[in-house]
């Protein structure tokens, strides 16, 4: 029994997804929780964790909406402005919803590479204790560093790393990624969801050895406490199928033994987000 610990929904309109370019089409559509109820079946999924995909509080309320609505959505990890001076008002309508379980923030779309070490954004992390939030780090490789530094600087915030930080898998390229990751996963307070991979390789050829020496870093670093596994569905269809996202994960773990895999599909998801079944 698996938990996906990471995938999105919309009712799509343009103006909304700035960045769906002409070569994602495939997503250019509304992604609804009946679409991926099938989707889980065949995978033995029997709940899910549901993030953001644009930066609005909008959003955020919908997502709720559609988390009371289907019973299998058991988290919601939304948007706030984290540099709102309205943030504990924001903080506090979301986090009286039992479903709400995280905040993220698009960091790896920003102009700024230091836009996580900000006083302003720094100030809204350290509300999210006070409600009892995680906080997911949507990043690329070069902001490693900086994430290193935000999660020492608030021991007691729990943070997760997204799509293991989108890696240069298509090319290769391992360092200084992996020595960062490894300095990241010595702080206690920080996860990692095995997620997006197949968007960081080759759309089309990928196979599945070329996201091992990856996963064998995450593995080493992490270990089977602190990873969980999330599909990154509806764009991971820009390279692959539910059903494929899930084998690559399957396939690397297999040789763990039973309880070890219990932790990374399902109970550290539920341990991290404190998720109700």
């Given at each position: 029994m698996i938990i996906d610990a990471h995938h999105h929904l919309w009712n799509y309109?343009?103006?909304?997804?700035?960045?769906?370019?002409?070569?994602?089409?495939?997503?250019?559509?509304d992604y609804l929780p009946g679409d991926l109820a099938g989707e889980m079946e065949k995978e033995g999924v029997i709940g899910t964790v549901v993030v953001q995909a644009r930066q609005?509080?909008?959003?955020?309320?919908?997502?709720?909406?559609?988390?009371?609505?289907?019973d299998f959505i058991k988290g919601v990890v939304g948007w706030v402005d984290l540099q709102s001076d309205s943030l504990?008002?924001?903080?506090?309508?979301f986090a009286s919803h039992p479903k709400f379980v995280g905040v993220r923030h698009v960091?790896?779309?920003?102009?700024?590479?230091?836009?996580?070490?900000?006083?302003?954004?720094m100030r809204g992390i350290e509300q999210l204790n006070n409600y009892n939030l995680s906080y997911d780090l949507l990043l690329f490789p070069k902001h490693l560093e900086n994430a290193l530094e935000l999660v020492n600087r608030f021991p007691d915030q729990?943070?997760?790393?997204?799509?293991?930080?989108?890696?240069?898998?298509?090319?290769?390229?391992?360092?200084?990624?992996?020595?960062?990751?490894?300095?990241?996963?010595?702080?206690?307070?920080?996860?990692?969801?095995?997620?997006?991979?197949?968007?960081?390789?080759?759309?089309?050829?990928w196979k599945e050895e070329d996201f091992s020496p990856y996963l064998e870093v995450i593995f080493e670093s992490f270990g089977v406490d602190r990873i969980?596994?999330?599909?990154?569905?509806?764009?991971?269809?820009?390279?692959?199928?539910?059903?494929?996202?899930?084998?690559?994960?399957?396939?690397?773990?297999?040789?763990?033994?039973?309880?070890?895999?219990?932790?990374?599909?399902?109970?550290?998801?539920?341990?991290?987000?404190?998720?109700?079944?």
């Open positions: 309109k343009p103006k909304d997804y700035p960045w769906m370019d002409d070569s994602m089409e495939v997503l250019k559509r609005s509080l909008e959003e955020t309320r919908w997502l709720l909406e559609q988390a009371e609505s289907n504990n008002d924001e903080l506090s309508e960091i790896h779309d920003e102009p700024d590479d230091n836009f996580m070490l900000r006083p302003n954004f729990k943070f997760v790393l997204d799509h293991i930080s989108k890696p240069k898998i298509k090319s290769g390229i391992m360092d200084p990624w992996r020595d960062d990751i490894s300095s990241l996963a010595a702080q206690p307070n920080v996860w990692c969801k095995v997620s997006g991979l197949v968007t960081e390789a080759d759309f089309v050829n969980m596994i999330g599909s990154d569905w509806p764009v991971c269809r820009l390279a692959g199928e539910y059903k494929d996202v899930m084998s690559i994960s399957k396939k690397f773990f297999d040789t763990v033994d039973d309880a070890g895999l219990e932790k990374i599909f399902k109970l550290n998801a539920i341990e991290f987000y404190e998720l109700k079944l």
